[in-house]
């Protein structure tokens, strides 16, 4: 409740309720008047109130259930552990108050903890047993201190790569002594930056079987390529070059730099 104070000559005023409103500009106010040289006013905005009260309500309560969830309900920190311990003796002292899924202690080295464990219980029934039993209690001469940890952080899940478009070209009548390398280094001696090429052998015996695939970035730059090179003479024969039956193919990164160290694929290929 606001408190608005006017000063007044010491003779009778009457101030209309709708007209102080006016003035103002409140959304509504209790008013109350007296016949006297000095009088009050008094008026609640209770409309802004609300909305305060209102906001400071949210805010509290974030702020607690943040709090909640920051802490784990299951998993203990044990504090002053003796740096001997191991992960089975903090385990088996632990079990005695309910089931023990995880044990982490926090190492120095190999041999030496730093006084830190880490305890999820199975429950957080058997998590508060464990708490209450164990806060103070001696250890192979050491006195415990114990607490809720926070909880433990989900790993991110792995970023996938997302897939890049290639425009593919079938390459036929390569001579059988063409390799991946000698058909990416024509295609880049003729002015193309392709981005992989890849001939396909046939097995048992290993041999080539005459076609490969050439990779470039965009359509405009593979259509041009077909145009420019169809017939074009490589290692003494002719190129017959068509679009691929999958002309876009999607790969990922990875498979892109993979294919330009000339990837040389089994006869299963298809045009």
């Known amino acids: 409740m606001a408190l608005l104070r006017l000063h007044c000559f010491p003779s009778t005023t009457y101030i209309s309720t709708e007209h102080l409103q006016h003035q103002l500009h409140l959304p509504h106010f209790s008013l109350s008047l ?15 109130n609300s909305v305060v009260d209102s906001s400071l309500n949210v805010s509290t ?27 089975e003796d903090i385990r088996s002292l632990f079990e005695k108050h309910g089931k023990v899924l ?8 190999k041999t030496r903890n730093r006084g830190l464990a880490f305890v ?8 508060v047993a464990a708490l209450n039993n164990l806060e103070s209690y001696e250890f192979e001469g050491r006195t415990l201190k114990m607490n809720y940890a926070k909880a433990k952080k989900k790993p991110a899940p792995p970023v996938q790569p997302k897939p890049v478009p290639t425009f593919n070209l079938f390459i036929a009548n390569l001579s ?5 390398k000698d058909l990416k280094e024509f295609f880049n001696s003729e002015g193309w930056e392709i981005v992989s ?5 046939h097995d048992n015996p290993r041999r080539s079987s005459g076609y490969g ?10 259509e041009a390529a077909l145009s420019a090179l169809q017939g074009k003479t490589f290692m003494r024969r002719p ?4 679009p691929s039956r999958q002309f876009v193919k999607l790969q990922t990164k990875e498979a892109l730099q993979s294919n330009d160290t000339s990837v040389e694929l089994n006869s299963g290929a298809e045009q």
């Open 34 to 48: 007296k016949k006297v040289s000095h009088f009050a006013v008094h008026f609640s905005a209770t409309t802004q």
């Open 61 to 87: 309560e974030t702020t607690n259930t943040e709090q909640e969830e920051e802490y784990s309900k299951t998993r203990l920190l044990a504090q002053n552990v003796p740096w001997t311990a191991t992960v």
């Open 102 to 109: 995880d044990v982490e202690l926090s190492m120095h080295n």
């Open 120 to 127: 999820t219980m199975g429950s957080p029934e058997e998590a």
């Open 176 to 180: 059988y002594e063409a390799r991946a």
């Open 197 to 201: 090429a890849e001939v396909v052998f």
């Open 213 to 222: 695939f050439i990779s470039f970035k965009t359509k405009k730059e593979a």
């Open 239 to 242: 190129l017959r070059i068509a």
